[in-house]
């Protein structure tokens, strides 16, 4: 199923969730939609499944107007951040609920109902824990089952609410492949609501981020941490050193240093004040301060732990840098805290700046 909303609007008292929103989620995609807490995707989500009105704009499911349908009747399912089992059934009683909520016409046969139970166990991997109660269960296996009462009603759509919010980071990790993995084998159109800009990048077919109500950006993973549309996706996504300078003749100017912007990216396209952002990998370091040639920093303090070392310097104007290399390259350097270098920045992503003067 194919979802669309157009020019959604939803405000609470003076303050505005959704400003305008219009999006499309193609058939069979998993999107996230990501951005801080208080940008408006919960609500956005919610909207979408019929829990919450929007004040106005357009639901489409499969290109039919589903904005006055009732929850049940567009066919969605649902899993929260905190699992909402139902505490006194067992598992298996949790995932038939759906089916034995239905009206009597489209009850299925309690034979069809435990055949299918125990169907959506196995595909979650959790068949053996059919005679336990939510809480003989960890956050994961909880979760786990949420999603499978979600499925046993055939949705059309799976909406995912912080789905692992509430769970620790190594768990967190470990059922993010497990859902990506899931989602190839059913197809199913979903859309997960998150925070985690790791779990997005790392889950969805395709990321909206949003911010105060609106959407910043949309693309696939890799395009929008590689292509970032906004300084506010710049900074939302990945760690990013910030530069507030002013760019005149292809140059990046800060203080009396220039930075060339032969393959910079962003929107700053003539002169005039700039903000520019350079991801911690990105940089090169060079022993000495060379004048013309790069930022003159100092290194402060080196952390050399696994496979890349991170370093933080200071530049002359005292605002720190932080610089992530792989150990290999950066121990021949044989630089340590104390030591000048000049930072060359192989990729910098320029916008205009209206915030501050150079």
């Not at 219009?22 to 939609?33: I, K, M, N, Q, R």
């Not at 979408?48 to 106005?56: C, F, K, M, T």
Request: glycine content about 10%; proline content about 5%; overall charge negative.
């Amino acid at each position: 199923m194919s979802i669309h909303v157009r020019n959604i609007r939803k405000q609470f008292g003076s303050f505005t969730a959704l400003d305008d929103i219009s999006l499309d989620f193609p058939t069979g995609e998993l999107v996230a939609l990501l951005g801080p807490s208080g940008c408006g995707k919960t609500t956005l989500l919610r909207i979408i499944a019929g829990l919450e009105q929007a004040d106005s704009g357009q639901v489409l499911l499969d290109d039919e107007d589903a904005s006055g349908t009732h929850v049940r009747e567009r066919q969605v399912g649902f899993v929260f951040q905190h699992y909402a089992l139902f505490r006194h059934m067992t598992v298996f009683d949790n995932v038939a609920f759906g089916m034995r909520m239905k009206p009597r016409r489209q009850r299925p046969p309690e034979a069809r109902i435990r055949e299918k139970v125990h169907a959506l166990l196995n595909l979650v991997q959790l068949d053996w824990l059919a005679d336990r109660f939510p809480s003989q269960l960890s956050g994961g296996q909880r979760q786990r089952i949420a999603l499978a009462r979600a499925l046993a009603v055939e949705p059309r759509v799976l909406l995912l609410d912080e789905p692992f919010g509430a769970l620790d980071a190594k768990v967190r990790k470990e059922l993010r492949r497990w859902l990506r993995n899931l989602h190839d084998e059913l197809h199913i159109t979903s859309i997960f609501v998150t925070h985690d800009q790791e779990e997005a990048l790392e889950v969805a077919d395709s990321v909206v981020l949003m911010d105060h109500g609106r959407v910043e950006q949309i693309g696939t993973p890799e395009a929008v941490y590689d292509h970032p549309a906004t300084p506010f996706v710049a900074t939302f996504l990945g760690s990013v050193n910030l530069f507030h300078g002013r760019v005149e003749d292809g140059q990046l100017h800060l203080g009396e240093h220039a930075l060339a912007l032969g393959g910079a990216s962003g929107d700053a396209g003539g002169n005039g004040k700039a903000v520019a952002f350079v991801r911690p990998h990105e940089f090169d370091l060079v022993p000495g301060w060379s004048i013309g040639d790069g930022l003159p920093a100092t290194i402060v303090r080196v952390v050399s732990v696994g496979p890349s070392a991170q370093i933080e310097l200071s530049r002359l104007d005292g605002e720190r840098v932080e610089v992530t290399i792989a150990r290999d390259t950066f121990h021949p350097l044989g630089l340590g805290e104390g030591d000048q270098v000049s930072l060359r920045p192989r990729r910098i992503r320029v916008f205009q700046d209206d915030t501050r003067a150079a």
